[in-house]
């Protein structure tokens, strides 16, 4: 990167630094557009991440057949696969205890697809979030062991020693969530997370570990002469969990995320269509439509409802169940929605009373919601751009979420504070992370975290950087180079979208509802370009540029087609301004 800011924008209306792309880097993708013929502020977006001119065309389009491992490349996959299929084969009772989010729904309904696809079938079992929490616990395990031969934990299970030793039958855990320095006694953990794992592959997610393993089974049995479940069908849950477990698009997870969007595009999952059309999306599944449709309404039944909703309506094969199922999730997240509205108003006026230039940002209250705290956690960070932590007090306990930023390993930190005893328990990964906390410990667990945190940089102060991929014109914000932008894609976690600069342009806004803001803007150069900022009004954003008068500004966001009464038009989702003056 150059070390003048870009536009010698040193501090914009959001307090950031603008930053460029290096001189040699503009050289690459100058290159680049030569070689692979695509537009240069395209190159620019692939240079940065690191893709080399003569790598464009694989990354342009990852194969599964390349990218793919070795299912048995990670630890206990043999032993699980192995121990799966004789329960299959001798018609054994299985079980399968999931975490109640996307991730642990679409784990299961992968198992689940796959067995009756085989002629079996399996107990699905997800606890309350509220009576009973995160992970298998000792009552649940021993009833399910009573009843079944074999229990398979997915999205859990990796620090569950005792109710797994409870089990009374053998259990196998597909997880991927941080492990301990010891295993809990079951017949395989796989998780690219235990500590004893190389990490190569610690960027999957549970559904991804469970799809790992039915690839081995299909392999173990097509060496046997029989045929197993089309496995490429099932990409369409793999991709969900992927995006809403906010995986990092990188190496097969963006093969997997590709090839799963083709799939869903083809709409035969009875379950996902009848939420998308209770959602009334009416266009082809996109990584945004995942995270921020699909995603919340599948999660709304472990929040505030039943916890095992979202996983029945992924792997129902009958069109009238899944129709009743979407019905009531989408019920349950217009409800989800209001709860959390309230706990995020009152969760933000505490964290700015308490004061939000620590390494830490966090906020507990009395009777909020333990399904929404993670949702306010996310927004949390976004506003202030430091790990958060929310904490929902009810009936004395504690239950709490945190989101963390890129770098901060907010997972490793937590179980440390249970380890300390700080903690009832807790857990998690990298950019998330779950707790469970005495009220009376509430202060010195989060005093003892945010210690924890600054140790690794958190709350560092001064600007932050703006990544700038390309200064554009807003003539060159065109259908096609949206298209081949999306091409690139799919965009997401550790793989953001290219971001544009507009210079010097004048513009006219307009407050929509009470936080967003739209902005109509001209560089001189061609027609007027729209723009949208979503929670405008949240930050110093919207107020700067609701009432611009004659002067000019620097415009920075992500370009992206806004689809409206049949029509399509670009649209720029503005992140970031400055004064040009």
């Keep these: 990167m150059s070390d003048r800011a870009f536009l010698n924008i040193e501090t914009s209306i959001l307090g950031n630094r603008w930053v460029g792309p290096a001189a040699e880097e503009d050289r690459l993708a100058e290159a680049m ?25 694989g990354f342009l389009a990852p194969s599964l057949r390349d990218l793919l491992p070795d299912p048995l490349g990670l630890r206990d996959m043999g032993a699980a696969a192995e121990r799966f299929l004789a329960a299959v084969k001798t018609r054994q009772r299985i079980a399968v205890f999931a975490d109640y989010d996307v991730d642990g729904g679409s784990s299961a309904a992968l198992l689940l697809t796959w067995l009756r696809q085989m002629g079996r079938s399996g107990t699905l079992y997800i606890p309350d979030r509220i009576d009973e ?8 395990m021993q009833a399910l062991g009573a009843a079944h031969d074999l229990i398979i934990c997915v999205d859990c299970g990796t620090l569950s020693h005792e109710p797994i030793a409870a089990a009374g039958c053998d259990v196998i855990v597909l997880d991927h969530h941080l492990g301990a320095e010891t295993l809990p006694p079951a017949v395989a ?8 794992e190389d990490g190569r592959l610690s960027h999957l997610c549970a559904a991804s570990v469970v799809f790992l393993m039915l690839v081995e089974a299909n392999r173990r049995l097509r060496d046997e002469g029989v045929k197993g479940p089309d496995l490429m069908a099932m990409l369409d849950l793999v991709a969900l ?87 009531r999730l ?116 989060m005093a003892r975290l945010a210690e924890l945190l600054a140790r690794q940089g958190a709350g560092d102060q001064g600007p932050r950087d703006l990544r700038i991929d390309s200064l554009l014109m807003a003539s060159a914000a065109t259908h096609d180079l949206v298209d081949q932008i999306e091409a690139a894609g799919p965009y997401g976690q550790s793989a953001s979208a290219p971001r544009f600069a507009f210079a010097g342009v004048t513009l006219s806004a307009r407050r929509i509802g009470d936080r967003h803001l739209k902005v109509s803007f001209s560089d001189g150069s061609g027609p007027q370009l729209e723009a949208m900022a979503f929670g405008a009004y949240d930050s110093a954003l919207g107020p700067a540029l609701d009432s611009p008068g004659h002067r000019r500004f620097h415009l920075a966001g992500r370009l992206e087609m806004n689809h409206w009464g049949g029509r399509s038009k670009v649209q720029l989702k503005l992140e970031d301004g400055a004064p040009a003056e």
């Design 33 to 57: 557009a030569q070689i692979a013929r695509l537009p240069l502020p395209l190159c620019q977006s692939l240079v940065r991440r690191g893709v080399a001119p003569e790598e464009v065309a």
């Design 133 to 140: 929490g995160y992970g298998p616990n000792v009552q649940a």
């Design 189 to 196: 953990v796989v998780n690219p997370n235990r500590q004893d």
């Design 241 to 327: 969990a992927t995006v809403a477990d906010v995986a990092p698009l990188i190496g097969v997870n963006r093969a997997l995320v590709r090839q799963g969007l083709k799939v869903m595009a083809r709409r035969e999952r009875v379950g996902l269509v009848a939420l998308a059309d209770a959602a009334r999306m009416d266009q082809s599944p996109s990584p945004y439509s995942l995270g921020y449709v699909l995603g919340p309404r599948i999660n709304a039944g472990g929040r505030i409802g039943q916890a095992d909703l979202g996983a029945k309506l992924l792997s129902t094969d009958d069109p009238r169940l899944a129709a009743a199922l979407a019905a």
């Design 330 to 445: 989408e019920e349950l997240n217009a409800e989800r929605r209001d709860i959390t509205e309230r706990v995020r108003e009152e969760a933000m006026a505490q964290a700015e009373a308490r004061g939000v230039d620590a390494p830490l940002v966090w906020a507990a209250g009395e009777g909020w919601h333990p399904g929404v705290v993670g949702i306010v956690a996310a927004r949390l960070k976004e506003a202030f751009h430091r790990p958060a932590v929310v904490i929902g007090l009810n009936d004395g306990e504690g239950k709490g979420s945190g989101r963390s930023v890129a770098g901060i390993d907010l997972g490793a930190s937590v179980q440390r504070l249970a380890a300390e005893g700080l903690l009832v328990k807790g857990g998690g990964h990298k950019m998330a992370a779950g707790l469970t906390v005495d009220p009376a410990k509430v202060e010195p667990a």
